[in-house]
C-alpha cells in the first residue's frame, strides 16, 4: 500500500500540468470580436436582438446585424411574423431619442400651440407641403422647423425664408408655392449660412435621409402620413 501511495504522488510531482492544468479559454465580448474582424466599420451601439446570436450594430444613421458565432454581417430589415419592421421600429426609436434633445432655438418657430411638432422639411419637398397644409389647419400646435434642402433651389428658398424680416410668411410663401419660379434675392447673411449648416449637421446625426420627418410626443414619425399624426396630435 505504501509502495502504491508512493507512486501515485510521485506520477503527481512528475506530471503536474496533465493532472490539474486547465486550458483556460478567454471570454470575447460581440463588441469585441467585431472590432477585431471588422475594424474599419465604425458603431454607436451593438446589442443584442430578441433573436439568439444576432446583434443589433447601430451606426449613427443605418442598422444592421453581427452573428458573432459565425462572424459575419447580416444587411436587410428583420420582418417579424407579424409583418412588422423590428429595423425601421428600432430606427425610428434611436432616433427619436436624438431628436428629443435637439436645440430648438435653433430651429425656426411657427405658431404658439400647446402641442410641440418638430418637423425637418425642404421647401420644395412636395409631402413636406401637403404636410404644411395640414398643419395649417391645427392651430394647437408649435411648429419648430429644420431645414435639409435637397437641391440649391431648396438651399436658396431655405436662406431666403431665413433672411427675411417676417420669417413667418416667407415659410408661408415658401411651402405654398409662391416663390417657385420667383428670382429670390440673394441672402448674405453669415449667421443664416451657420444655421443651415447646422441643421444639415443635426440632420446627419440623427440619420435623416429624405424630408419630412416629424418629432411629436416622443415619437417619430418618417414622412408625412396623416392618420398617425392626427393620432398622436389628439392622446
Not at 5 to 20: D, G, Q, S
Request: hydrophobic share 40%; aromatic share 12%; glycine share 4%.
Amino acid at each position: 500500500m505504501k509502495k502504491l501511495t508512493a507512486t501515485i504522488l510521485c506520477i503527481l510531482f512528475l506530471f503536474p500540468t496533465f493532472v490539474f492544468a486547465k486550458k483556460v479559454i478567454p471570454v470575447v465580448s460581440p463588441i469585441e470580436k467585431f472590432k477585431k474582424s471588422f475594424p474599419k466599420n465604425n458603431f454607436e451601439s451593438i446589442t443584442p436582438t430578441a433573436i439568439n446570436g444576432v446583434y443589433e450594430v447601430y451606426t449613427g444613421n443605418q442598422i444592421y446585424y453581427y452573428m458573432p458565432k459565425d462572424d459575419v454581417i447580416i444587411y436587410g430589415p428583420l420582418i417579424s411574423k407579424d409583418g412588422v419592421n423590428i429595423t425601421r421600429e428600432s430606427s425610428l426609436k434611436k432616433m427619436a431619442q436624438k431628436m428629443a434633445s435637439l436645440p430648438l432655438d435653433s430651429a425656426l418657430k411657427i405658431g404658439n400651440g400647446k402641442t410641440t411638432v418638430v418637423e425637418f422639411i425642404d421647401p420644395n419637398c412636395h409631402f413636406c407641403r401637403e404636410s404644411y397644409k395640414f398643419f395649417t389647419q391645427h392651430k394647437d400646435v408649435t411648429i419648430y422647423a429644420f431645414f435639409f434642402p435637397l437641391s440649391k433651389e431648396s438651399a436658396d428658398k431655405t436662406k431666403y425664408i431665413l433672411c427675411s424680416k417676417d420669417v413667418a410668411k416667407a415659410y408661408d410663401d415658401a411651402l405654398s408655392g409662391k416663390l417657385d419660379n420667383t428670382q429670390l434675392a440673394a441672402c448674405t447673411d453669415k449667421k443664416v449660412d451657420e444655421t443651415v449648416k447646422a441643421h444639415m449637421k443635426f440632420a446627419s446625426q440623427i440619420g435623416l435621409r429624405g424630408t419630412p420627418l416629424f418629432y411629436i410626443k416622443g415619437q417619430v414619425v418618417d414622412g408625412f402620413d396623416p392618420p398617425t399624426i392626427e393620432k398622436l396630435l389628439k392622446d
